[in-house]
């Protein structure tokens, strides 16, 4: 599986912007496909979350009502619409698949190279 984000750049607080994922190879192993960012001296953390099967979705709490995550199965892409932004906000987004068969603690994890979401205040 292969990943390719694009949609960052510069906005102004209170802004948009909506990042998209596409993915390639054997992409029907894919289980849950998600947005983590990664702000400068901070770990990695979970944005949002989405089920390729019923499409369940979960969200950080600091993204709740302002990012809005979504999938499009017939393009094999994934989307991130963010409103509302704040610099906060402002981190490399990594787009991720999580990929296998049986119980999840086995599942693969496959990463987008990132893209740089900057807010200024």
């Known amino acids: 599986v292969q990943l390719e984000e694009s949609g960052g750049g510069l906005v102004q607080a209170g802004g948009s912007l909506r990042l998209s994922c596409a993915a390639s190879?054997?992409?029907?192993?894919?289980?849950?496909m998600g947005w983590y960012r990664q702000a400068p001296g901070k770990q990695r953390e979970l944005v949002a979350a989405?089920?390729?099967?019923?499409?369940?979705?979960n969200y950080a709490d600091s993204v709740k009502g302002r990012f809005t995550i979504s999938r499009d199965n017939a393009k094999n892409t994934m989307y991130l619409q963010m409103n509302s932004l704040k610099p906060e906000d402002t981190a490399v987004y990594y787009c991720?698949?999580?990929?296998?068969?049986?119980?999840?603690?086995?599942?693969?994890?496959?990463w987008g190279q990132g893209t740089q979401v900057t807010v200024s205040s």
């Open positions: 190879g054997i992409t029907s192993s894919i289980n849950v």
């Open positions: 991720n698949a999580r990929s296998g068969v049986g119980r999840p603690s086995t599942w693969y994890d496959y």
């Open positions: 989405i089920t390729s099967d019923s499409g369940t979705t």
